[in-house]
Structure formats: structure tokens, C-alpha cells
């Protein structure tokens, strides 16, 4: 069996680690890993392949970066001939990002067989880029490989048939678990006991000079009872000079590699963020998370777990600052099948529908 794995951001990088390294093992497969290169940056791309162990790419199509409809038309037109020479069984893709629902439309037109990895989320909010990602791909995908069961749920709603849905866990917890041991190790200097990690790079939240500019508001006064740490994304890093915005004392950092992150999540106080996979990441090593958003689509991390959405409402921030203070901060447990093997099972499931003939051979 010819699988592809597509992969272009960040948030993609931990989560087809582990599906590599379990195929690795199995028999008449053969990989292929492209890299869309829709994040490009040292730090957004190299220095995750290098502490995740995974290969160097076959393939780099170097998209770079520009609006959805560019980024997500180049990346078609690059690997439409890409497939076409190589002719994949099946073309594997990761969460939600725009590399995801480029190359399943370029598959599906071409009758290969697409499997999304975290399929099923939904937030609801079609105002997110992401979410459009997600229902095209799920829509298009021929095995979906979901986290938890809301996802299942979401995709028989939207006409999904069972037998096209595998619960399978969550891919990216195989990595966080793998890595854990190596993260605590870590240490970053000149770093208080107590500290609040913060990352922020939702268009909603960047893209608008008050939006902004309240949050960082908001981080300044979080920032008077506890020393508030903020590794910040190209794309917030930008918005701040470019509105002439002041972080203040907020000791901002360049995005940080995925071991050096996990160990400063895992000692953090609390976590301030308004991405996905943190909140899940937060949930498993039990710190409070409080998300910057009105939405979630892993509401599991909020029904089971540590996360607590407070939006843009800087009157809960304050509420659940002080519950986290006073050490009376939500107590999570951790969600059913984050036990590391999510990637064995995605094999498992590859292996046996080759025999059913999804296998070219
Ligand atoms: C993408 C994903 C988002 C994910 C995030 C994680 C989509 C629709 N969004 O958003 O779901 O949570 O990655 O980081 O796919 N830039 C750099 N260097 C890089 C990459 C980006 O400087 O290596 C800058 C560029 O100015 C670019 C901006 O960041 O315009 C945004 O990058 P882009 O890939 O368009 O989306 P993200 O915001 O990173």
C-alpha cells in the first residue's frame, strides 16, 4: 500500500509522527511524506521535524504564505502532478488547516482515497477559516479518523455513513505522551516558579488593532499578580508592530520548539491560549487553560477536562484568574483513549482496509 501523509502548519507536525512511526512497522507499505510548506520558518517547521524524529520530506511544494484562496490553490496546483506520477492508495491528512482541504479536493477529483486524521470536530463557527476546513474535508474523506465521540456524533449528523467513521483517539497526545519525560527535563532561565504561558493567533483575535489590543490589555493586568510568558506566532508578532501596539512588561518570546513548549506548559500556573491542540494538551497534563474564545470544538476538553472558555469577556478572565490564585481551579480527568496509541490504531485500520482492497495491488 502507497499512502501519502500531507502535512503544511504546525499543529500538523505532532499529530503524523506518530501515524509514521506505526506504519513503519507494518508490512508492504510504503510512505511518502509531503510538506506543503505552507509554515516555512525554522522555528514554525524544521526544528519540529528534528524533535519529533520525523524523516526529511520527499516533497516540498513551498507554498508559503498568502490569503486562503491563494495558499489553498497553490498547494492544489503543486500536488495534483504529484499524484498523478505517484499514483498514492491513499492520501492521509491532519486537522484542519488549509493543506488538509486543498489536497482532499485535489484526491477526490483524482478518485484517490483520503483518510482524515481528527476527523468530526466542529466549533460551529463558520467564521473561522478552520471550520470550513474541516466540513469540506470530512465531507470529501473516505476514512475518518475521529478523536472522541462528539466527533462521530458531528459526522452521522452531517449524513456521514458509520462505516467510514473510526474512533480512534487522539493522534497528538501519542506525541505528548512520547515526549513528556524529555519536556520536564527542560528548563528555561530566569523563569519565576509561578508563571502564565500565553499563545494567541487566531485572525479573530489578531487581525483587529482593539481586539488586540484589549487582550494584551487584559495580559498586562493578568501580568500584575503573575509573570505572564507569551512565545508569539509570526502572525501575532506582525499585527503588534504593525498596529503600534505595547506588550509591555510581557516577556514575549519567538515561538518555541515542541519539547521546550510542552515542558513549559507542563510547570505552568495556567494557561492563557486560543488554540486547539493546547487546550487538549493542557487537559492531559491537568493545567488550567483558559481559552480565549467564544467556541470550542473540543468541547471534551471543556465537558471532561481543565478548559474553560472565557471569550473575549475580561470580567470572567479576572474570575477565573482569581480562582487559579486562590488555587481553586477547574480539576480536570483525562478524556477516554489519550493513552498514546492513537497512531497504532490509524495503522490497524490501514492495514486491514488494504485487505478489503484499497491497496492498488
Ligand atoms: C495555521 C492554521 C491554523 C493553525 C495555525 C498554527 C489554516 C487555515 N490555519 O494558521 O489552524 O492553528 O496554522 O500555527 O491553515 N508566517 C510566518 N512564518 C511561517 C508561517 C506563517 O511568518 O512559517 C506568518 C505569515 O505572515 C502568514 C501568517 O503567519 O501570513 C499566517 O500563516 P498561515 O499559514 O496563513 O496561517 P496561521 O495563522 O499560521
Known sequence: MNIFHIVGARPNFMKVAPVLNALKERENVAQTLIHTGQHYDLNMS?????????????????????????????????????????????????????????????CAKLGVQIGHVEAGLRSFDRTMPEEINRLVTDQLADLLFTPSEDGDKNLRREGIPAEKIFRVGNVMIDSLVR???????????DLPERYAL???????????????????ESLLEVNRDLVVVFPAHPRTRKRIADFGLDAGQLRMLDPLPYVDFLGLQSRATVVITDSGGIQEETTYLGVPCLTVRENTERPITVSIGTNVLVGRDREKLRREMSRVLDGKAKKGAM???WDGQAGERIADILSESSGRGISGD
Open 46 to 106: 524544521d526544528v519540529f521535524f528534528q524533535q519529533l524524529g520525523i524523516p526529511e520530506p520527499d516533497v516540498n511544494l513551498a507554498v508559503g504564505s498568502g490569503t486562503h484562496a491563494k495558499q489553498t490553490a497553490d498547494i492544489m496546483i503543486r500536488l495534483e502532478p504529484v499524484v498523478v506520477e505517484r499514483q498514492p492508495d491513499i492520501a492521509l491528512v491532519y486537522g484542519d488547516v488549509n493543506s488538509a482541504v486543498a489536497t482532499a479536493l485535489v
Open 335 to 337: 478524556p477516554p483513549l
Open 179 to 189: 515526549l513528556l519525560p524529555a519536556a520536564r527535563k527542560t528548563r528555561t532561565d
Open 198 to 216: 500565553v499563545t494567541l493567533h487566531r485572525p479573530a483575535n489578531v487581525d483587529e488593532s482593539a481586539t488586540l489590543k484589549g487582550i494584551l
